[in-house]
């Protein structure tokens, strides 16, 4: 296989076996934890359920002033790195491309120079973040194997994609292939790891606001 | 005898004067990346240099790449320092036929044995040697048997050098590039469909200077016209990095001259020189004059998902497959949701409360 057909592959039917695997995964994993069930509140409602879930959802966009004096670093580049990568992912204009290839709907791209600053920022962000991480004592005790798989298939899109951009390294095809690989394990591995947090987040806020909503309470 | 003249004189002869001559080897120096130090080097050396014999081989190909070399440039010096070297066989230039020209093919190697040039345009067929013959000779044999006294190969084009349209896919003839049949001696890939005329003078202009091949990159290219990618000197490059694209060919952003990125361009992956020698002469290259690079120096580009498909989209139908994918995950999950609840169910009901008794119990012993 020369490079311009792992290209190809990389770009066919590898692409196709990740989405497969991510939209499968997914799915079966939302609906089993949707399909598990809650037994029916019997207690009479003081307040709105769907409001306080709602609510939820929103608030803890923001932390609270407790948490961020106390994890100041962790909150700080939480953001950093997740703002860094919805600006790569979803603002950079070949992703948009993709993007409008499969489900017909484009936007405005941002200059290559604030992507690639970002995409170096975003970098620096998880490098920080993996230090810490194996320097507190606390998170280096709650640290497991998959805590830093994740951390890894998150970090190789941004680095493959700077170099792809920058072209460092190998050739821009194989770069290419490389970095699209990339994001393909970052898509096999999502279902089963950690990163279903970006949707079951919106669930857990969700299933917390509207506890507390049902009651009258805030969350 | 005209093959024993110098460069020089053979230029001379032709009406070119000294500073046309400078003009030309100071522009070949500054293409190959040389230094101005160089350009008298550069100068001498061509004046001195004996016409090398050249063997030109066509095999599967268009003669597009002769066209290339031959026709378009014909009035400037880069055509006459290629009518300058000792065409010894052209097939299709010569204008013996049959026998006698495999015979001046032979007595060329024989003359020069070991010090010839042979170029190559166009693929090699495996599959079946009656495919492609010449005077019977299978394009195999010939390139074979004429390569064994050669001092170094030229591929000239994508066919010679990557196997090109004829090796694109399904590639009914088994076609290949010349360096998968040669392997012990110095093959330089003109690559390009068809390649740059002033690469390949540019190329020939090194081998007479230095009496060396150029520095090659990982596909065998003269770094010194395929070293940067088009996408890298590209005069449309700003609009890409502003993020001003052309969405379709008709669109105000073509209209404004902004980046064909979206509408396939393959700039970023492909190395030539397009973008700074240009074509005809320096007038314009295929982006200049709105249309998106096809990568056509960079192998098999034929079967790169797609001429005008960027190059970050998927060439599967992705958006078919999220559908599948979609109703298969909500099969499979409502399947193992409906386990989970009855697994559930179960353990509910094996569920067994503990009394007081049996607790009691369970302390006396």
């Known amino acids: ?219 | 005898m005209a093959k024993h003249k110098s460069l020089l004189e053979t230029l001379q002869h032709q009406g070119i004067s000294r500073r046309s001559f400078l003009k030309f080897c100071a522009s070949t120096a500054s293409l190959m990346a040389l230094p101005p130090a160089m350009i008298p080097a550069v100068a001498s050396a061509l004046e001195q240099a004996r016409r090398p014999s050249v063997i030109w081989l066509s095999f599967q190909e268009c003669t597009g790449c002769t066209e290339s070399l031959t026709r378009s440039h014909s009035p400037t010096v880069e055509g006459l320092i290629f009518d300058a070297i000792s065409l010894d066989y052209h097939h299709t230039l010569q204008a013996a036929s049959g026998h006698a020209a495999e015979a001046a093919r032979t007595a060329a190697m024989e003359e020069n044995y070991g010090n010839y040039l042979v170029v190559v345009d166009g693929s090699i067929p495996t599959a079946n040697p009656g495919y492609s013959t010449i005077a019977g000779i299978s394009n195999r044999d010939m390139l074979l048997e004429t390569a064994t006294g050669a001092a170094a190969i030229i591929s000239v084009g994508s066919c010679a050098a990557f196997g090109g349209i004829p090796h694109a896919k399904p590639n009914p003839t088994g076609a290949v590039a010349v360096s998968d049949l040669i392997t012990d001696k110095p093959i330089i890939n003109v690559s390009g469909c068809p390649p740059i005329p002033v690469v390949i003078s540019g190329v020939l202009t090194h081998f007479l200077t230095f009496g060396t091949i150029p520095a090659l990159d990982a596909l065998g290219r003269p770094k010194a016209f395929f070293g940067q990618s088009i996408h890298d000197r590209c005069y449309r490059r700003p609009f890409y990095d502003k993020g001003l694209f052309a969405e379709s060919f008709d669109d105000e952003g073509a209209k404004k001259g902004w980046c064909l990125y979206k509408l396939g361009c393959k700039g970023p992956t492909t190395f030539n020189a397009c973008a700074t020698a240009k074509w005809n002469s320096g007038t314009s290259f295929p982006i200049q004059s709105g249309h998106p690079c096809l990568g056509c120096s960079e192998p098999d580009f034929w079967d790169g998902g797609g001429f005008y498909k960027p190059l970050s989209t998927p060439t599967e139908d992705i958006a078919a497959t999220l559908v599948y994918g979609a109703a298969a995950g909500a099969a499979a999950g409502v399947a193992l949701g409906t386990l989970n609840h009855a697994r559930k169910t179960r353990a509910q009901q094996a569920h067994a409360p503990v009394t007081v008794d049996d607790l009691e119990k369970g302390d006396g012993q």
């Not at chain 1, 405005?108 to 170096?120: F, G, K, N, Y």
């Not at chain 1, 920058?166 to 393909?184: C, F, K, N, Q």
């Open chain 1, 1 to 219: 296989m020369n490079e311009t057909e792992f290209l190809m592959w990389v770009r066919g039917p590898a692409f196709q076996i990740a989405t497969i695997v991510f939209v499968v995964g997914v799915v079966v994993r939302v609906l089993e934890i949707l399909l598990l069930g809650r037994k029916g509140n019997l207690a009479e409602a003081r307040g709105s359920a769907t409001a306080g879930g709602l609510r939820t959802i929103l608030t803890r966009m923001w932390p609270d002033r407790g948490t961020l004096q106390r994890s100041t670093f962790t909150v700080v580049t939480g953001y950093v790195f997740h703002i860094g990568l919805f600006v790569t992912i979803f603002l950079s204009a070949p992703h948009i491309l993709l993007i409008r290839d499969v489900f017909g709907v484009g936007w405005a791209s941002l200059p290559t120079t604030i992507i690639d600053a970002t995409t170096v920022v975003t970098i620096i962000t998880l490098l920080a973040v993996l230090v810490y991480r194996l320097t507190n004592p606390v998170q280096r005790f709650l640290s497991g194997f998959q805590d830093y798989f994740v951390w890894l298939v998150t970090i190789l899109p941004l680095v493959t994609g700077y170099l792809a951009f920058h072209r460092i390294g190998m050739t821009p095809p194989m770069l290419l292939a490389i970095h699209i690989l990339s994001v393909e394990l970052l898509m096999v591995s999502f279902p089963f790891t950690k990163l279903m947090h970006a949707f079951t987040l919106f669930m857990a806020r969700w299933y917390n606001g509207a506890i507390a909503g049902y009651r009258g309470v805030r969350s």
